[in-house]
Structures are given as structure tokens and as C-alpha cells.
């Protein structure tokens, strides 16, 4: 099957950095990527929908400014957390839809990036 | 918002048991559910699908059932193996390839 490739899968910041997560869609076209987030045992929120070459599409009471994205290809996806505070440490998981084979079925998730901020 | 402290409903099963997964979803308009299988520290696998125009679907040692009357989704894996364990997510598409996912299950098969 298709591959979304997430870097890094972990990564230790210190607060008031920003951190930058990259969604990769290794094998196939990707015009749309989704930006989750998970709570330790909790379910995936859907924080904001990437657009290739437009504006993100962000979910009510996503912060845009704090959560930027840029989907400059169609095969990349990045997730930047600027000014990084504990309350967004979080485990961020992004998946996309294979552009060739679309059908409104099957997604692929990236394997997630754990963010620690400290 | 986020429910802070909330737990998953874990569901304890031996291995070779059939283990049933139920969930409810919310929007009456999706045509479109999953199921995902999570372990630790890794993102959502996809099990197996169902569009609204089914009740049932089967796959290996997996079946998914949908109930839309009372909107209500089930996975039934047969007998569950310790390689099983797992949280278990379903997920309905509400539009546009947006998928909301319920709260899950965390599987824990004994040997």
C-alpha cells in the first residue's frame, strides 16, 4: 500500500521554540494531507486540512497562527508549532489520500511524531 | 475541546476468543467508516471499510457490521491473537475526506 512518512517521530524542544513536522508521501500524489492531534489516551482530533498550493482549511479552535502549514508540493506537508508551550506537547499525526487512486476511500497515516516541550 | 482524563474502555480477552469492538458515530449523513487498528507510539492502520449501503463486510478473520438505524458500528475479530493487542479506532467520513474518529478501544489479549 501507499506510504506516509512523518519527521521526526520524536523530537524534545525547549518552550517558546518553534518545531517543524514533515508529512512525506512517499509513492504516490497527494493534493490533500489532514493534520491530527492525540491526546495520551485519547482519540485523533482533526486539527486542519492541508491544501497543495492554498491555504490550510483549520478546524474550529485550532490557532492558526500557532499551527502553521505549508503544502508547497504534492508530496509535502509541514506542520511548524511556533512558540512551543508544554500544553502542546502531543502526539501529531498526519495522513493523506492517494491523488492517482482516489475514490473517498482508504487514507494513509504517517506513523506520528511525539513533541515534548519543555 | 479535549476531555481531559479521559480513559479508553479496555475490553480483556484469552487468546482464541472471538473479541467484539462496538461503536456509536455520530453523523447520520457519513456514507463512509473505518476501522483502525493503533499500538504504541505509532499512527492509526486501517483494518477494513464499510459504505452506508452495506450492513456487513467481512474480511480476514475481521468483519465489520453497520447498524444505521440506531448508527452504531462493530468489529468482530476472530479468533484474537496476542499480536492483536491494540487500541481500536472507528472513523467516519463526514465529507470532503474528512474523517471523524471515535473514542476507541484498547484490545489487551492474554496468552
Known amino acids: 500500500g501507499a506510504v506516509v512518512s512523518q519527521h521526526p517521530s520524536r523530537v524534545i524542544c525547549k518552550s517558546g521554540t518553534s518545531v517543524k513536522i514533515e508529512c512525506r508521501s512517499l509513492?504516490?500524489?497527494?493534493?490533500?494531507m489532514f493534520w491530527y492531534r492525540q491526546f495520551p489516551k485519547q482519540s485523533l482530533m482533526l486539527m486542519a486540512t492541508s491544501n497543495e498550493g492554498s491555504k490550510a482549511t483549520y478546524e474550529q479552535g485550532v490557532e492558526k497562527d500557532k499551527f502553521l502549514i505549508n503544502h508547497a508540493s504534492l508530496t509535502l506537508s509541514t506542520l511548524t508549532v511556533t512558540s512551543a508551550h508544554p500544553e502542546d506537547s502531543s502526539f501529531y499525526i498526519c495522513?493523506?489520500?492517494?491523488?492517482?487512486?482516489?475514490?473517498?476511500?482508504?487514507?494513509?497515516f504517517g506513523q506520528g511524531t511525539r513533541l515534548t516541550v519543555v | 475541546g479535549e476531555s481531559v482524563g479521559l480513559h479508553l474502555p479496555t475490553l480483556s480477552v484469552q487468546e482464541g476468543d472471538n473479541s467484539i469492538i462496538n461503536c456509536a458515530y455520530s453523523?447520520?449523513?457519513?456514507?463512509?467508516f473505518i476501522w483502525y487498528k493503533q499500538e504504541s507510539g505509532k499512527g492509526p492502520q486501517f483494518i477494513i471499510d464499510?459504505?452506508?449501503?452495506?450492513d456487513k463486510r467481512q474480511g480476514q478473520r475481521v468483519t465489520v457490521l453497520l447498524n444505521k438505524t440506531v448508527k452504531h458500528l462493530s468489529l468482530q475479530i476472530a479468533a484474537t491473537q496476542p499480536g492483536d493487542s491494540a487500541v481500536y479506532f472507528c472513523a467516519e467520513n463526514t465529507g470532503f475526506q474528512k474523517l471523524v474518529f471515535g473514542t476507541g478501544t484498547r484490545l489487551l489479549v492474554s496468552p
Open positions: 464499510i459504505r452506508s449501503n452495506m
Open positions: 495522513s493523506a489520500y492517494d491523488r492517482g487512486t482516489f475514490t473517498g476511500t482508504e487514507a494513509f
Open positions: 453523523n447520520s449523513a457519513s456514507d463512509y
Open positions: 509513492d504516490f500524489q497527494a493534493t490533500t
